[in-house]
Nanobody
Framework: QVQLVESGGGLVQAGGSLRLSCTAS????????MGWYRQAPEKQRELAAV???????TYADSVKGRFTISRDNAKNTVALQMNSLKPEDTAVYYC????????WGQGTQVTVSS
């Protein structure tokens, strides 16, 4: 079955950087789009970044210029490099892929202190 396992979250000061990683299994990774969503306390889950199978990327306006999504099809991994972090980036970050339905990882907590 589809499995998505995130890692790399943690506590960082404002202005700092973190790199999230997601290891995927159970599907043909190279032909699937991949994405990172995030959910802050008492807010709805929202898109942060997506990358298509051909490497085309899309970012939420709130993270554009600070976050970079990338994928390694040989290792079945997708990463999210987060720079210039702000307190409002604090959230649980979820790795996702989709076809006829969405699949989600368990999430990794990112906390940015001011």
């Amino acid at each position: 079955q589809v499995q998505l396992v995130e890692s790399g979250g943690g506590l960082v000061q404002a202005g700092g950087s973190l790199r999230l990683s997601c290891t995927a299994s159970g599907f043909i990774f190279s032909i699937n789009p991949m994405g990172w969503y995030r959910q802050a306390p008492e807010k709805q889950r929202e898109l942060a970044a997506v990358i298509t199978r051909d490497g085309t990327t899309t970012y939420a306006d709130s993270v554009k210029g600070r976050f970079t999504i990338s994928r390694d099809n040989a290792k079945n991994t997708v990463a999210l490099q987060m720079n210039s972090l702000k307190p409002e980036d604090t959230a649980v970050y979820y790795c996702t892929t989709w076809g006829t339905r969405y699949f989600w990882g368990q999430g990794t907590q990112v906390t940015v202190s001011s």
